[in-house]
């Protein structure tokens, strides 16, 4: 069964720093692109990043500027976001979500992670 | 950036009414749409990809259509367990942007 558990959220001040983990199981982690996406409360997805199979490649959404770096441990089946800078507008549920194919990037996310929240609050 | 533009923003349907969604591009993104079904503390949930084939495990009454700037998402059958937010997303080009939601609410 394919599983992606996020940890690492919590309440952090503004201009505070976060990293995100979303550990992978069930599936061959080092042969799928994965990806991070955002939800604020009470708003819409809004994707974050984007990681190769193999990290070689990266995207981040324009609005991060700079801020954000995905990352990965296919050893340890392991996906990284960290946060730095961190704004009140940052406040959402982050989640990893595997692209829908292993063979080509499709972009679609075929499973995601059950979200964790990050707040940034003084 | 593609711009994703879902309508409505919101609708009424009762338990068996055949239900549609609308999903426009700013541009041409050919076949690339994708859509996903969310309920309220979950995860978005892959329904649709490639605008018309559904994923494993989809009940057949979701389905897809359209190309080029114009999408649907129709539910044949509304059932119980279909009040959500539904999500389009382009996955034409980086970056892969979402539809602001529709959701299906109770009549």
């Known amino acids: 069964e394919v599983q992606l558990v996020e940890s690492g959220g919590g309440l952090v001040q503004p201009g505070g720093s976060l990293r995100l983990s979303c550990a992978a199981s069930?599936?061959?982690?080092?042969?799928?692109?994965m990806n991070w996406v955002r939800q604020a409360p009470g708003k819409g997805l809004e994707w974050v990043s984007y990681?190769?199979?193999?990290?070689?490649?990266?995207y981040y959404a324009d609005s991060l500027k700079g801020r954000f770096t995905i990352s990965r441990d296919n050893a340890k089946n392991s996906l990284f976001l960290q946060m730095n800078s961190l704004r009140a507008e940052d406040t959402a549920v982050y989640y990893c979500?595997?692209?829908?194919?292993?063979?080509?990037?499709?972009?679609?996310?075929?499973?995601w992670g059950q979200g964790t929240l990050v707040t940034v609050s003084s | 950036d593609i711009q994703m533009t879902q309508s409505p923003s919101s609708l009424s349907a009762s338990v068996g009414d055949r239900v549609t969604i609308t999903c426009r591009a700013s541009?041409?993104?050919?076949?690339?749409l994708s859509w996903y079904q969310q309920k309220p503390g979950k995860a978005p949930k892959l329904l649709i990809y490639?605008?018309?084939s559904l994923q494993s495990g989809v009940p057949s009454r979701f389905s897809g259509s359209g190309s080029g700037t114009d999408f649907t998402l129709t539910i044949s059958s509304l059932q119980p367990e279909d009040f959500a937010t539904y999500y389009c997303q382009q996955t034409y080009s980086t970056p892969v942007g979402f539809g602001q939601g529709t959701k299906v609410e109770i009549k």
């Open positions: 069930g599936f061959t982690f080092s042969s799928y692109e």
């Open positions: 490639g605008a018309s």
């Open positions: 990681i190769s199979s193999s990290g070689s490649s990266l």
């Open positions: 979500a595997r692209d829908g194919n292993p063979s080509y990037s499709s972009g679609w996310f075929d499973f």
């Open positions: 541009q041409s993104i050919s076949s690339y």
